[in-house]
């Protein structure tokens, strides 16, 4: 099946450290993005992607760091310097052939503890 | 920069009732806008979008979405809800001139009592 695929699930992180997530797409999708969701604030954008090899920053980029090294591959490392990590994270990927419509993985939870 | 905002946090309804969720936004250009619903413990989904053409948008579901140009809106609407429409749903908007950038209203959160 076609689709965007995120992982882990559920992950728990201790202060400190570093933590990356994956996101998959076998959608042949150009671009991809990394949204941040929380209570309230809806989704923020925090980097995307719009060809291999380029990437930009979004509104909440800092303590995050992605690469986009494959079409297909747009990981997210959650880095020490994000000052509140916890949250559901969003990778999503557009298809510009649909007057750009996105659409979205099944998130992944970070708990810092 | 665009931004989105959507009026409601929280709607608490009934059964059959009907349901409109406003969403605004702000930017000069011309627009692409969205719909999608988040239900409970699940993915994203797109509800419906509009590109251009008949400002009235018919989506899945039931839904609907009206875009009046001059009031920068794009509201949500169903005539008559049920049970399993509770969950949150989020406006969003992207510049036709740059669809690189998708921006999302806060969400509204909708509970359907049975």
């Known amino acids: 099946d076609g689709g965007i695929t995120q992982s882990p699930k559920y992950l728990f992180r201790k202060e400190g450290q570093n933590v990356t997530l994956s996101c998959e797409q076998n959608?042949?999708?150009?671009?991809m993005y990394w949204y941040r969701q929380d209570p309230g604030q809806g989704l923020r954008l925090i980097y995307y992607s719009q060809i291999v090899n380029d990437f930009q920053k979004g509104d909440i980029a800092e303590g995050y760091s992605v690469s986009r090294e494959k079409k297909e591959s747009f990981p997210l490392t959650v880095t020490s310097a994000q000052k509140n990590p916890t949250a559901f994270y969003l990778c999503a990927s557009r298809d510009s052939h649909s007057g750009n419509t996105i659409y979205f993985g099944e998130g992944s939870w970070l708990t810092v503890v | 920069a665009q931004s989105v905002s959507q009026h409601n946090h929280h709607v608490i309804l009934s059964e059959a009732a009907s349901l409109e969720l406003g969403c605004n936004y702000s930017y000069g250009g011309t627009v692409n806008l969205f719909w999608y619903v988040q239900y409970p413990g699940q993915h994203l989904q797109l509800l419906l979008k509009y590109f251009s053409g008949d400002p009235l948008v018919k989506g899945i579901k039931g839904f609907e979405a009206e875009f009046i140009k001059s009031k920068f809106s794009f509201n949500l609407r169903k005539p008559s809800v049920q049970w399993s429409d509770t969950a949150e749903y989020f406006c969003a908007v992207t510049p036709k001139a740059a669809g690189n950038k998708l921006t999302f209203g806060g969400g509204t959160r909708v509970l359907v009592k049975p």
């Open positions: 959608l042949n999708h150009d671009a």
